[in-house]
């Protein structure tokens, strides 16, 4: 027998014996497997037919087959695509001061300095957390890769706006508005921000503060200083609470099109 000729029936076999094993399995729903892809002899894809068997739902046996034929479309294999893992945000450290220490994966920040997370603000409503891990001098906010990274406090120029640990919100070297005063972030306190291209707005511990800024133009980034021991750690999902309605964790511009 010739060897291609061989082979397509061995591929036939393959195909009618798995197709009965898998209809078996759907024995008692009304979804009935019609056709099985291989590809090198690995089941791939299956097409599924409504028909009218005895009525029933889909089961955990339905479960197990489609978690197998999702194992073996990314398993990596050979003449498999790898699946490509979205992006995540965290502090870029391409873009942060010399003095700047960050650990934890991209979420802690210490040392002396200011660092911009990896991400642009693209989208329309931005929402992300600070938390406060150790007190000092510190300040969170939005700015632009213009800003400088190694000059704290920042807010002193027109490339950041931020919320500094004293409760004032500064831009240009301008005071643009204040948090009250008693509700100053303390040790262990989350600090939300929201951003929408117009305002940054400040939330203590899931509660609105009510104290808009603005002023900041062009593409901005999140962005964190300390100095004096100040430890802060950056939220960028898995939030401690529910963003305002209307806003979300920032998304990467391939994400959002």
């Known amino acids: 027998m010739q060897p291609n000729l061989r082979s397509q029936l061995i591929s036939a076999s393959l195909r009618q014996i798995t197709l009965c094993v898998i209809r078996n399995l759907f024995q008692h729903s009304n979804i009935c497997p019609s056709k099985i892809f291989l590809w090198d002899g690995e089941l791939c894809a299956l097409q599924f037919d409504v028909c009218n068997c005895t009525s029933g739902y889909l089961s955990a046996r339905m479960a197990a087959v489609f978690t197998c034929c999702l194992g073996c479309c990314g398993d990596g294999g050979p003449g498999h695509a790898p699946l490509k893992e979205m992006p995540t945000v965290h502090l870029d450290t391409h873009h942060m001061g010399?003095?700047?220490?960050?650990?934890?994966?991209?979420?802690?920040?210490?040392?002396?300095?200011?660092?911009?997370?990896?991400?642009?603000?693209?989208?329309?409503?931005?929402?992300?957390?600070?938390?406060?891990?150790?007190?000092?001098?510190?300040?969170?906010?939005?700015?632009t890769q213009k800003v400088n990274l190694n000059q704290v406090p920042l807010g002193r120029d027109s490339h950041s706006l931020v919320l500094r640990h004293d409760g004032s919100i500064y831009h240009n070297n301008e005071e643009k508005n204040r948090l009250p005063a008693n509700s100053l972030p303390q040790e262990g306190d989350i600090v939300g921000l929201t951003y929408d291209h117009v305002e940054l707005n400040m939330y203590l511990n899931g509660k609105n503060m009510h104290c808009p800024a603005s002023g900041i133009r062009g593409?901005?980034?999140?962005?964190v200083y300390v100095d004096d021991s100040a430890i802060i750690d950056c939220q960028f999902s898995d939030f401690y609470h529910t963003p305002p309605?209307?806003?979300e964790k920032i998304l990467f511009e391939q994400q959002i099109f």
Do not use: M
């Not at 997370?117 to 989208?123: D, E, K, M, S, V």
């Not at 593409?219 to 962005?223: H, N």
């Open 98 to 143: 010399t003095d700047v220490v960050i650990v934890k994966s991209g979420r802690r920040i210490c040392g002396t300095g200011a660092c911009l997370a990896n991400a642009p603000l693209h989208q329309n409503k931005s929402y992300f957390e600070f938390k406060i891990q150790s007190t000092g001098i510190w300040g969170i906010g939005v700015a």
């Open 219 to 223: 593409t901005v980034f999140p962005v």
């Open 245 to 247: 309605e209307g806003f």
